[in-house]
């Protein structure tokens, strides 16, 4: 980023009615190194200059003059720079060493506030493989946001409120019995949410018992409390051990029945505003002129829904946290969802309606199968980690079968490999679930990277006779040239990148940029460490090629971290 601010500026200065960022914006990388490190297309400012973009290329040969370009050269309208790679290699070594863990962060967000509304799953419902997916998206763009300087704030909007909480209470009170509820937690009250639909069928009076009940808890009646409470905290515990095994965490835990005392100010103001209107008893905000389908927001009974819950929590959100951004990150299916909440924020006249934003993404399945909750065919998410992690140990098992603390990695690479492969495809591509692709450690994989980490791990503890993995004593002045052979400059060219692509990464709100850069930078690794040995008698060859081991590691360690991947320093 650096080289190309630079470069930006050198020919900013060259053209007459151009500024920099505009330069910046066109800059590119070529494809391949023969074509220089930046190359600028000229043809997209032949129409402001009025000039060829041959002739602004031949231009911009002549006058570009810096110690940091080795040469600049105009081919076909492109102009293609090519940097001073040993200067190149020191500065980026030089940075990246003294950055450490702080490398590829910056200070873009000065501190402001930024939500994201992420995994909120259903209570007494599994935790499915889409609230997965939501789970360490969201868990990404936090610490993505975190890295560039945004303070976050995680919220778990649980879905603990509605009438299926009426249901449950009639089943359970009907059939359930209290300690097969502790022992088999949500399976069980699935199984009696199962019961009361068929029940219903023949004995219809039991959906009026379920309404009953839900008017009970909202107008909070000891006992339906109790077991709604209940109903919620077996559910949590499920749900956190989920969360334990990810490593995600949440800074509130505001579900939807948090605005239950929130939600008569948002109807009385929507009536103000005159945006309700009744139909059949029940009211809605019309939508029609932004072809939208019509919010309902209350029910005839007048009970509320999940979009007043949520016009509720965007009001509460902005006030309490003074967001400059929010976000919610759920499947593509509820597009239309949020983009009637945005419509009637914006339409109760609040101005920051745009700091709002969808993150959806795709379905998973697996393998052919879909995981959807209705039908029988669920896989549970706890297994499916659960087996990663045993898998993973087996493929530990057969190739280090020595390893210490092997149940530790074994939980970090395959719960890794779950991560991954959530994070790799662009996310509103729909995935599909191989544990093929997920564990093989020489794909396009979690374990592949976070080998090829532990790889760069095991260099630097050879090179320190240690289980040290800093760069050893007296490896402080590197030999810039010996680090001029393609594959170190390949290397070198990644880890430069680093910084522009978490920058991207926030603005798209696209962590699968981090994983397929991370892919690269493995590769270019492992290109660089089959071709140039490392630990070699030459000071000056080891000092540098060390350092760069050094850089790698960092940098792996800093993208894997942003994604949720722990970094285990040997596998
Ligand atoms: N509980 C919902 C579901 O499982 C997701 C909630 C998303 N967040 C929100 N504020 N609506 O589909």
């Known amino acids: 980023m650096r080289y190309k601010q630079l470069v930006s500026g050198l020919i900013a200065a060259q053209l007459e009615g151009i500024d920099e ?20 297309p000229c043809f997209k400012l032949s129409k402001a200059l009025r000039k060829s973009p041959q002739a602004i290329a031949d231009g911009l040969k002549e006058a570009l003059k810096h110690e940091a370009l080795e040469r600049v050269d105009s081919v076909s309208g492109y102009l293609n720079i090519y940097l001073d790679k040993a200067r190149f290699a020191s ?3 030089g940075e990246i060493l003294a950055a450490g863990p702080a490398y590829g962060s910056r200070d873009i967000g000065q501190g402001g506030t930024v939500v994201i509304d992420y995994s909120s799953p259903n209570i007494a419902k599994p935790f499915h493989i889409g609230h997965l997916r939501s789970t360490v998206i969201g868990n990404a763009l936090k610490k ?7 303070e976050v704030v995680g919220v778990n909007h649980l879905g603990d409120w509605g009438t299926q909480f009426g249901k449950l209470i009639v089943a359970f009170t ?16 699935l199984r009696l949410y199962v019961k009361f639909h068929d029940e219903a069928e023949k004995e219809p009076a039991l959906d009026e018992e379920a309404r009953s009940w839900f008017v009970r808890i909202e107008h909070g009646d000891e006992e339906a409390i109790r077991l709604w409470k209940w109903f919620v905290s077996i559910s949590l515990k499920e749900f956190k051990k989920i969360y334990d095994l990810l490593g995600v965490e949440f800074e509130s835990y505001a579900g939807e029945s948090f605005y239950n005392d929130k939600m008569d100010a948002v109807v009385s103001e929507l009536k103000e505003k005159n945006l309700l209107v009744e139909d059949d008893g029940a009211m809605l905000v019309r939508l029609d002129d932004y072809n939208m389908s019509p919010a309902l927001i209350l029910k005839k009974d007048g009970s509320s829904l999940y979009h007043t819950r949520d016009v509720a929590a965007a009001l509460y959100r902005k006030q309490t946290y003074g967001f400059v951004k929010s976000l919610y990150v759920t499947d593509y299916a509820q597009n239309l969802h949020f983009q009637q909440l945005f419509k009637i924020v914006e339409l109760m ?13 795709g379905r998973v399945s697996l393998e052919g199968m879909s995981l959807s909750t209705r039908k029988g065919n669920v896989i549970k998410l706890e297994d499916l980690l659960l087996q990663a992690i045993d898998k993973t140990r087996d493929i530990i098992d057969s190739k280090n079968p020595n390893m210490p603390n092997k149940d530790e990695v074994a939980r970090q690479v ?7 492969n959530d994070l790799y495809a662009n996310r509103i591509k729909d995935v599909v679930f191989s544990w093929e692709e997920a564990l093989n450690f020489e794909g396009e994989s979690g374990p592949y990277v976070q080998y090829t980490h532990a790889r760069v791990c095991s260099v630097l503890r050879k090179a320190n006779g240690s289980d040290s993995i800093e760069l050893p004593e007296g490896v402080t002045a590197i030999d810039p040239e010996k680090l001029l052979n393609p594959e170190a400059v390949g290397v070198l060219r990644e880890l430069s990148r680093f910084g522009e692509r978490v920058e991207q990464a926030m603005l798209k709100l696209e962590p699968s940029m981090i994983s397929r850069y991370l892919i690269d930078v493995a590769q270019s690794f492992n290109r660089f460490y089959h071709e140039c040995p490392i630990l070699v008698d030459d000071p000056a060859v080891r000092a540098s090629r060390l350092a760069l081991v050094k850089c790698v590691q960092i940098t792996l360690a800093n993208g894997l971290g942003l994604i949720g991947l722990q970094t285990p320093e040997k596998i």
Do not use: C
Request: net charge negative; glycine share 12%; charged share 25%.
């Open 21 to 40: 960022a505009a330069i910046l914006e066109l800059i590119e990388y070529p494809p391949n190194p023969e074509m220089g490190d930046l190359s600028l």
């Open 91 to 93: 500065e980026l070594t």
């Open 144 to 150: 993505i946001h975190r890295f560039l300087g945004y």
């Open 174 to 189: 009907r059939w359930g019995d209290e300690a097969k509820v502790e022992a088999d937690g949500i399976d069980e009250l």
């Open 349 to 361: 006249g609040y101005d920051w309606a745009g700091q709002m934003a969808h993150v959806p993404f």
């Open 414 to 420: 395959g719960v890794g490999a779950i991560i991954f």
